[in-house]
């Protein structure tokens, strides 16, 4: 599982549809259960272990969602901030990436981990927010060099998001 999570996040940062300024709009994935803006039609590409990923990039980085069925729904808080823990890690180490900072909070009444990350060698800096919902585990990312963490793009399509 770490290293679908960790491909996830890479996906996320590789995947991308036209570039340049495009007008935000709500896309909703009823099949993933959510609605986020994004910046014009997003990439759709199934990923390993039952996985979905939207992604497109802006002037400046990406933008991503993805989620995992998993086989079972985790039991406990205790079980799912592991599983939040290791996916995080796992993402860090298939992105070659250091962790900058992680928060274990709620989402939306869901156990979630919000963390950032940098890759030297690439110079570039992500942000995720990872929850499960049920028997899904949910990535929201975006990425790119810091101008593009700290842009109010970025924040948007962060804050966007919502469970359906």
Known sequence: ???LMGLMIVLSLLLAGGCGSKEWKPYTSKEGGFTVLFPGEPA?????????????RVSGGEVSV?????????????EQMRILHAARDGSLR???????????GKYDGCNAVDYTGFATA?????VAKA???????????????KSFIDS????????????D
């Open 152 to 163: 109010a793009e970025a924040k948007q399509f962060m804050t966007s998001f919502k469970l």
């Open 66 to 78: 993805a989620y995992a069925t998993m086989p079972m729904v985790p039991s406990g808080d205790a």
């Open 94 to 104: 298939s992105g070659k990436a250091t962790l900058k900072s992680s928060t274990d």
């Open 122 to 126: 690439e110079n570039q800096w992500f």
């Open 44 to 56: 759709k590409a199934d990923t390993p272990g039952n996985g979905v990923m939207y992604a497109a």
């Open 131 to 145: 929850f499960i919902k049920g028997s899904r585990l949910y990535f929201v990312a975006y990425g790119g060099p």
């Open 1 to 3: 599982m770490r290293k």
